[in-house]
T-cell receptor, first 111, second 112 residues
Framework: GQQLNQSPQSMFIQEGEDVSMNCTSS?????WLWYKQEPGEGPVLLIA?????ELTSNGRLTAQFGITRKDSFLNISASIPSDVGIYFC???????????FGTGTSLTVIP | EADIYQTPRYLVIGTGKKITLECSQT?????MYWYQQDPGMELHLIHY???????EKGDLSSESTVSRIRTEHFPLTLESARPSHTSQYLC???????????FGQGTRLTVV
């Protein structure tokens, strides 16, 4: 299957700091999705992106669909303790019915 | 809010038992998926379905089977559970090729 690489793999930040993470693929996608997962729960959809260059916000979260269509970025502003979790990107091409997940970024926010 | 449900949430069973994990969605989504995930690790696709009577194996080899007799229901069956099957199983669904995918809460399976 497709391999999506997320970086960084983990982050330890102080409350109030901004966070940036990205996801890259060797293939072109026409949809990018960002999820947050807390321990013992299923992933929860945060943001969906459908067009190259698109910039979409959801509260303190902002995600962008890369111009090359092979990457996407997620930013969290003014982090708070409840932002703790694992953030996954997922990409979907128009050639198949599958969508592929990144390796995840584990976020820890220190009060 | 997503209307996709998995049961049970937690299951502890003995080796060799047959089990079925349930997944149901009320959104009328055609496409449904099963993922296996170890704690803190990435998701691995084990089965997916395009619609009723269509099922495909995913990238991760699995000893499980699935069926899709009704649009809203996509159960996963393990004929003979083994300790190596201990993991979290996540079900997801989406409406169309570019549609957003929604997940259930997962089933945490432990085989002893």
């Amino acid at each position: 299957g497709q391999q999506l690489n997320q970086s960084p793999q983990s982050m330890f930040i102080q409350e109030g700091e901004d966070v940036s993470m990205n996801c890259t693929s060797s293939s072109i996608f026409n949809t990018w999705l960002w999820y947050k997962q807390e321990p013992g729960e299923g992933p929860v959809l945060l943001i969906a992106l459908y067009k190259a260059g698109e910039l979409t916000s959801n509260g303190r979260l902002t995600a962008q669909f890369g111009i090359t269509r092979k990457d996407s970025f997620l930013n969290i502003s003014a982090s708070i303790p409840s932002d703790v979790g694992i953030y996954f990107c997922a990409g979907c091409s128009n050639t198949g019915n599958q969508f592929y997940f990144g390796t995840g970024t584990s976020l820890t926010v220190i009060p | 809010e997503a209307d996709i449900y998995q049961t049970p949430r937690y299951l502890v069973i003995g080796t060799g038992k047959k089990i079925t994990l349930e997944c149901s969605q009320t959104m009328g989504h055609d496409k449904m998926y099963w993922y296996q995930q170890d704690p803190g690790m990435e998701l691995h696709l084990i089965h997916y379905s395009y619609g009723v009577n269509s099922t495909e194996k995913g990238d991760l080899s699995s000893e499980s089977t699935v069926s899709r007799i009704r649009t809203e229901h996509f159960p996963l069956t393990l004929e003979s559970a083994r300790p190596s099957h201990t993991s979290q199983y996540l079900c997801a669904s989406r409406l169309r090729d570019r549609g957003r995918a929604f997940f259930g809460q997962g089933t945490r399976l432990t085989v002893v």
